[in-house]
């Protein structure tokens, strides 16, 4: 069974590989390279002792595809690609409908010219908006989104479910991850942002490395139990297994549509101090920061129930917040400059 990984050689995707390797997959990797580069699969090569096939291009690239899907035999899709970017999906809207909405139309008329009709999406929490109460469900409201970023990932899950309904024999699965963070064990590879990080534990990371003075937590003042913004992390190691979980899904028996949409997170709220703190601990560094204002579009708490995860995918995540932070740490610590170290 062949799969084909786009967005592969990113964050989430290139651990992925990894996962998918130890499952005994086969892939072929397509990306843009925009937000990521080839150091991070040559890396992955190197874990998993084995070549891998890349092919270097965009997913609204019609004819790139044609070729790619002439040359291999693709069973399957893993759709990483996308931009996600919040801030910059705000000021370039546009840009952001086009690679995401757009990109994800054209691989999904090439799957249908060549027949390919198995699909795992990579969506995102931030489809639920500010939830009326947590622990989250899938059953819950979607589409009150607050940013660019978040309507595409909402407008390709109803293009995937109206897909689903007119094709009975296209199968989807919609993995809704919560807030990935932490890297794989070897330290090799991981999260590598350009410029100033946006999310949370890039920042704590390059703060304890001495790359950034002190974390900017963003409101004190939210209704938790410290008074900062509560979310649920997952491993990005747990996170590449409930991929390998959902490929097996959709080649079972037990794939039904009624199932299409799935949760994906510890279901364990931590607030931003109880990372601080986690990361302390185990770096055994300090983590200067400062209270500061809330950040426009924030919510104060995010976390999910991941049970369906569990009882249809047999997924379920392993790893702890100190798990997280020693791999972060692991990866930051080698790597200060990220893929540009190498
Ligand atoms: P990433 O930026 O590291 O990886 C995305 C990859 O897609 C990059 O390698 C990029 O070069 C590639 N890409 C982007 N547009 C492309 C295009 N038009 N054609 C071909 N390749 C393209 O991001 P990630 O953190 O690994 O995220 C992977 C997916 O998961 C994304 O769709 C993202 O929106 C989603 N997601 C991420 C998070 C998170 O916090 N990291 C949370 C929820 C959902
Ligand atoms: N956060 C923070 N300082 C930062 C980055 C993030 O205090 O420099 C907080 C943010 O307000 C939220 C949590 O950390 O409560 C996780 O933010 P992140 O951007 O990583 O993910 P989000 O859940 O917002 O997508």
């Known amino acids: ?74 069973d399957a899709v893993i759709h990483f690609a996308g931009l996600k970017a919040v ?29 390919c009709k198995k699909i795992v999406f990579s969506s995102s929490a931030t489809v639920y908006g500010d939830p009326v109460s947590t ?50 064990e070897s330290g090799t590879i991981g999260e590598d942002p350009n410029g100033i990080p946006n999310n949370l534990m890039p920042f704590i990371s390059q703060v304890a490395v001495g790359k950034r003075e002190y974390l900017s937590v963003f409101g004190g003042d939210y209704d938790t139990k410290d008074g900062t913004g509560v979310r649920d992390y997952i491993h990005v190691v747990d996170l590449a297994d409930a991929h390998v979980k959902a490929l097996n899904y959709i080649n079972s028996k037990q794939f039904n549509t009624k199932n299409l949409t799935f949760n994906i997170g510890m279901g ?11 990361f302390e601990r185990v770096s055994k560094r300090e983590v200067p920061y400062k209270i500061v204002q809330r950040r426009a579009g924030d919510i104060a708490k995010c976390f999910a129930n991941s049970l369906l995860a569990k009882e249809v995918l047999g997924w379920s995540a392993l790893k ?14 080698n790597n200060p400059n990220g893929y540009s170290d190498k």
């Not at 005994?24 to 990521?36: E, I, K, R, T, W």
């Not at 546009?94 to 027949?115: A, S």
């Not at 940013?147 to 809704?176: C, H, W």
């Open 87 to 115: 801030g910059e999906s705000v000021e370039q809207p546009i840009r952001y409908y086009d690679n995401n909405v757009n990109g994800t139309l054209v691989l999904l008329d090439i799957m249908q010219e060549f027949k």
């Open 135 to 184: 622990p989250i469900e899938e059953s819950f409201r979607v589409g009150g989104t607050t940013n660019p970023y978040g309507t595409s990932k909402y407008m390709i899950e109803r293009i995937l479910e109206d897909l689903v309904i007119s094709d009975s024999s296209f199968q989807a699965v919609i993995l809704r991850y919560f807030n990935p963070v932490g890297a794989h």
């Open 1 to 74: 069974m062949k799969a084909l990984i786009t967005g592969g050689a990113g964050y989430i995707g290139s651990h992925t590989l990894i996962a998918l390797s130890d499952a005994g997959y086969d892939f072929v990797v397509y990306d843009n390279l925009c937000n990521s580069s080839k150091e991070s699969l040559a890396r992955v090569s190197k874990i998993i002792n084995r070549d891998i096939d890349f092919v270097e291009g965009d997913i609204r690239d019609k004819k790139r595809l044609q070729e790619l899907f002439t040359t291999y035999k693709i």
């Open 320 to 333: 702890t917040i100190e798990d997280m932070c020693i791999d972060s740490w692991r990866w930051q610590s």
């Open 268 to 278: 364990v709220g931590y607030s931003v101090l109880d990372m601080v703190k986690a």
